[in-house]
Structures are given as C-alpha cells and as structure tokens.
C-alpha cells in the first residue's frame, strides 16, 4: 500500500500565495506520476498540475502561470505553489500518485490524500 501526507492548505486573501507539499510513502516500486487534483461540491474533480517521474508537468488552463508543480529529489514528495490566488481556487486539493507497488506485475495504481483546504477570501 501506498500512503500519501498532504500539508499546506489554509486560508488566504485574494492575490496571496500557499504552498502544498505531499509526500508519498508504502510499497513503491516505480512512481509514474504525482499530482494535485481539487474538487469543490457539485462540481467533477479537475486535474490541477502534475509533474511525470522525468519531470515533465502539466496543468490546468485556469492555473498555468499561476503555480508551479515540483518534486524532490526522491521523486516521492512534490510541491505546488500557488500564487495570485483567486477566491475561484478555494476548494480541497487532493494529492494523487500512480504507483507500481508489485515486481510480479507492471500495473500501475492511482492513491489518493485525504486532502487539504485551501481557501481563498475576496
């Protein structure tokens, strides 16, 4: 299994910024992916930035600009900062990882945090 601890989130004035870090760790055997996801209620959840084992990223069109997706050097913890943050941006961010956690197999298994708030105040 694969555990994944977000940190982070708060609340935040309109054109502030936040930093959220999410590390992984468990079984991994290769990390494909990680990234950062946010839902809000009644809405799908979106994809917000995600950053490939080789450290090419990608984000959303309503973030690009605006936050930068970035990984230590294990690979296993990534960091999102966020700046010029709109009251648009408040919902929960959750973090993901696409993991291999088995040699008998070259399945790859998506893990999900338990989230973190982030707010943002007109």
């Known amino acids: 299994q694969v555990q994944l601890v977000e940190s982070g989130g708060g609340l935040v004035q309109a054109g502030g910024s936040l930093r959220l870090n999410c590390t992984a760790s468990?079984?991994?055997?290769?990390?494909?992916?990680m990234g950062w996801y946010r839902q809000t209620p009644g809405k799908q959840r979106e994809l917000v930035a995600e950053?490939?084992?080789?450290?090419?990223?990608d984000y959303a069109d309503s973030v690009q600009g605006r936050c930068s997706i970035s990984q230590d050097k294990t690979g296993n913890t990534i960091y999102l900062q966020m700046n010029s943050l709109k009251p648009e941006d408040t919902a929960v961010y959750l973090c993901?990882?696409?993991?291999?956690?088995?040699?008998?197999?070259?399945?790859?298994?998506?893990?999900w945090g338990q989230g973190a708030q982030v707010t943002v105040s007109s």
């Open positions: 993901n990882a696409v993991v291999r956690t088995s040699y008998s197999t070259t399945y790859y298994s998506h893990y």
């Open positions: 468990g079984s991994i055997i290769r990390m494909l992916s």
């Open positions: 950053i490939a084992s080789s450290g090419s990223t």
